[in-house]
Every structure is written in structure tokens, then in C-alpha cells.
């Protein structure tokens, strides 16, 4: 019989059984689930409402219990339904009355509520690892980068020189701020429910705010009802994630078109690519091309819990059974992406010489011609017009604007002198780019150094976090 069973007369079928069940999901929180359990054991004794003998009972048994899982030997039982009843009822088998006694002054609807925000603090430091880790691939790739210069893009068409290390640090700087992101999801998580029992409070003298000090929890939930049923804490996490997940989907279809024979910017190692079954000379960017598509999965992970949230009154609702299935899937598949793009950027070759060769396709320079004339008196509107009939010229003699005789540029306008070759440097273009957040190596150096202190930060306010109880990894019985 169901631990609830007592005011039933009849057993749920096995279909309804299987369908109501959510151990297959939750089970991956049995950690989180025997932390909280021995927390509030511990305090049921400290406030004199169970025995210090049977707290000390229910504590080792919990412990057994989960050195069998993480060992991989528990057997779970579909009929448990979930990973509270199942540890519950195999408490209870092993030691008798004192077992039965650990739910007291307790709901499912805190336990589980408990359980979920340890579970998201844990997924959201971890993530946060991934994180500094791909920022620091990032910042490794553009120190070896130097002075090499790229084609820089808008609309997917040649616009103006950047150095190969300005365009990692976009990224850099896209990540930095997921880690922000994450951190709010770590914090906004940091709260602890356990002591709100269903949904008003109980009637024992529990001492919510030891139970909050041992399981690591920042601070209290004021509110019961708010504190079973609220879920923005996932939706923050998933967001987070989604947010991420996007990030790395843009530079995934960077690193697809880098690695074509049309662009030749970089080689992907070995050990991040693929073959074809039918044609042999094939090396596929496949990894990349998986984090590309594994975004929509991720994207529809926050899809799925918001939908599930977007109508349910106060205060538990069978629904948010449906929240942990889409977080973990969220999380683990992050996580997943953010290894693997690390091993990528980590063991690419950069084709610097490819660079440059292509560097006089798409009239490069133009902006800086118009420039040249905007600083001798004309208007740089005018300049613009100018400059476009120029492009227009070189695109009808088949060559790049740099190509074009000096005779031409001074049939467009008196000022142009024969300095004007000048503004064809490439070098020198990227080089006068000096303002702040610009791609001149200057200005490069100095944004360096600020993507690195913000690396140094993140990494101390890891350190700083409050304490998490790991994800488990001992779930691998079958049911």
C-alpha cells in the first residue's frame, strides 16, 4: 500500500500507477532528498518532538541507503512512485518504527520543493563551472590569436578588418553574462521551504531556520503556501540555460562556416569532428552542428515549464510534478554542450594565412576611404556617395576597391591624394580603430584584461556560493 493509502480502499491500477509516477525522473535527486530528510531528522530531536535515538537511527539508515544507490545497487520499485516514498518505505524496512516517524511535521509538497531547490543550486554551480571553463578556452584562443585579423561581418557579408581575438572576446563577453544569469538562477534557488508542510504550516515546533543552516540554504521562505508552490526559481535556471544555450548555438554555426572549404578560417581536430559512411574525404563539424540543434532542445525545456506553471492556482498542483523532468534535461544537456565546445575552441588551428588571403574580397577599406574624405571637409555623407560609385566602379572592372588606380579615386573627388593608398593598409585600419571596446590591438589588450578580472571575480563568487549537496550518479538500476 501507498504511503498515502490509508484513506483509500482500492489500489490505484498499474497504469494509473506507472502514468502518477515520477520516480524515473526524481530518483536523480535521491541525495538532495536523504540531505533533507537527515536535516530535518536532526531537528525534529533537537526540538524534542522524536528521540535523539531515533534521529540517530533514521540517520544511518539514510546513509546506507545511499551508499547503496551511489554504489548502483538499490533496487527502486515503480510502485514507490517517487524517490521520497522509496527511500521512505526502505528506511522504514531497515529500521523499524523510528523510520515512520521521519515524516513528521512534513508534506511531500516541502520535501519535494526542498529537494528540487538543492538539486537547482547544485545544476547551477555546475553550470557555472562549465562556463568559466569555456571563458577561459575563449581568452586562451584569442591571447594565441595576436595580431591576426579576420574579415569582419555583418549580414554575413565583408564589412570591416577585426582582429581574430576582438571577435573570441564577443563571446567572452556573452558568457560573462550568463554567468550572471546562472548566479541570479543559484540565488533566486537559495531558499529554503522545508517546515511549510503542505501548504499552511504545521503544528509542531519545527526549527526551520537549522533545517535552512544544515542543507545550505541562505535564508527562509516567509510565505507557506509560496514556498510549495513556487517554481520561478526552475524558470530562472531554464532561462539561464536557454540564454546559453543560444550563445553557444551562434558560435557553433560560426565554427560550421569557419570550418568549410569556402571560409578555410580553422581546422577542427580530429577529435571533434566526423567522416561519412559513403564519401571519404569528408570531415564533418558534426559536434557543432549537434550543439546547434540540441538549443531547440534546450529552448523548449523553459517552453515546457512555463506552460505547465502559466495557470495553476496556490498553492501544490500534481502539474509541477512535470517541473524537474525539464530542468535536469535542460541543465544536463548544457552542461554536456559546454564540454564540448571547450574541447573544440581548446584544439582548433587557426588558418591565420586563409584570413588574410581573403581579406581583399568585399571593399574592406571602404569605410576608411570615406573616412579619408570626411577628414579633408567633405561631408561624410557625401563621402559615402562618393565612395559607393567607387565601389560600384571596382565591381564592374571585376577587382577589390584597393585594386583601383589612383587616377580614379581623383576623377571622383579633388581631395583624394596619392596618400590615399594609405587606407588600404589593412593593418593600419584595424589599428586606428583605438576607441574603447574597439579592435585595435590597443584597445584589444586593455578589453583583455577586463575579461580576465571579470573571470578572477566570477571565479571568487563561486568560491563565496553557499553550500550544495552534489548531483548523485548512483541511479543506474533498472526499474
Known amino acids: 500500500m501507498a504511503l498515502w493509502g490509508g484513506r483509500f480502499e482500492d489500489t490505484v491500477s498499474e497504469l494509473t500507477q506507472e502514468f502518477g509516477a515520477s520516480l524515473p525522473v526524481d530518483r536523480q535527486l535521491y541525495r538532495q532528498d536523504i540531505a533533507g530528510s537527515c536535516a530535518h531528522a536532526a531537528m525534529l530531536a533537537a526540538q524534542g518532538i522524536i528521540s535523539a535515538e ?33 527511500i521512505e518505505s526502505e528506511l522504514t524496512r531497515r529500521i523499524g518504527a523510528a523510520g515512520g516517524r521521519l515524516h513528521t511535521g512534513r508534506s511531500r509538497n516541502d520535501q519535494v520543493a526542498t529537494d528540487t531547490r538543492l538539486a537547482a543550486k547544485a545544476l547551477a554551480k555546475s553550470l557555472m563551472e562549465g562556463n568559466l571553463a569555456l571563458r577561459h578556452a575563449l581568452v586562451d584562443a584569442a591571447e594565441a590569436a595576436g595580431d591576426t585579423i579576420l574579415p569582419g561581418m555583418t549580414h554575413l557579408q565583408h564589412a570591416q578588418p577585426v582582429l581574430f581575438a576582438h571577435h573570441l572576446l564577443a563571446y567572452a563577453w556573452m558568457f560573462a553574462r550568463d554567468f550572471t544569469r546562472l548566479k541570479a538562477a543559484f540565488d533566486a534557488a537559495d531558499a529554503s521551504p522545508l517546515g511549510a508542510a503542505a501548504l499552511a504550516g504545521t503544528t509542531y515546533p519545527l526549527d526551520r531556520r537549522m533545517t535552512a543552516d544544515t542543507l545550505g540554504f541562505s535564508r ?16 530562472d535556471l531554464e532561462y539561464a540555460c536557454s540564454v546559453m544555450a543560444v550563445h553557444l548555438s551562434r558560435l557553433s554555426e560560426e565554427i560550421v562556416l569557419w570550418s568549410s572549404q569556402e571560409f578555410g578560417f580553422i581546422t577542427l581536430s580530429d577529435a ?4 561519412s559512411s559513403i564519401m571519404p574525404q569528408k570531415k564533418n563539424p558534426d559536434f557543432a552542428e549537434l550543439i546547434r540543434g540540441k538549443t531547440g532542445r534546450v529552448v523548449g525545456d523553459l517552453v515546457q515549464l512555463l506552460v505547465t506553471v502559466k495557470g495553476l492556482p496556490l498553492a501544490y498542483n500534481k502539474d509541477l510534478q512535470e517541473d524537474k523532468e525539464s530542468a535536469l534535461d535542460a541543465a544536463h544537456t548544457l552542461e554536456q554542450c559546454l564540454t564540448v565546445m571547450c574541447g573544440m575552441v581548446d584544439t582548433w588551428t587557426v588558418n591565420a594565412d586563409r584570413m588574410r588571403a581573403v581579406m581583399h574580397r568585399g571593399h574592406l577599406a571602404a569605410t576608411d576611404v570615406a573616412d579619408y574624405l570626411a577628414k579633408r571637409g567633405m561631408p561624410f555623407r557625401q563621402a559615402h556617395e562618393v565612395v559607393g560609385k567607387l565601389v560600384l566602379a571596382a565591381e564592374h572592372a571585376g577587382c577589390d576597391i584597393s585594386e583601383l588606380p589612383v587616377s580614379t579615386f581623383r576623377e571622383a573627388s579633388e581631395l583624394f591624394g596619392d596618400d590615399v593608398v594609405g587606407a588600404f593598409d589593412l593593418d593600419a585600419i584595424v589599428a586606428a580603430r583605438t576607441t574603447q571596446g574597439g579592435t585595435a590591438p590597443a584597445a584589444v589588450a586593455d578589453q583583455m584584461e577586463k575579461v ?26 533498472v526499474l
Not at 220 to 228: F, G, Q, R, T, Y
Not at 272 to 275: I, M, Q, Y
Open 220 to 235: 527562509v521562505i516567509e510565505n507557506s503556501l509560496d514556498a510549495v508552490s513556487d517554481r520561478d526559481f526552475l524558470l
Open 54 to 86: 531515533d534521529a540517530e537511527a533514521i540517520r544511518g539508515g539514510l546513509e546506507a541507503i545511499q551508499a547503496d544507490i551511489d554504489a548502483g545497487t538499490f533496487a527502486f520499485d515503480i510502485n514507490d512512485e517517487d524517490i521520497h516514498m522509496a
Open 272 to 275: 571533434f569532428s566526423t567522416g
Open 452 to 477: 580576465k578580472a571579470g573571470l578572477v571575480a566570477d571565479e571568487a563568487a563561486v568560491e563565496a556560493l553557499s553550500p550544495v549537496v552534489e548531483m548523485g550518479t548512483g541511479t543506474r538500476s
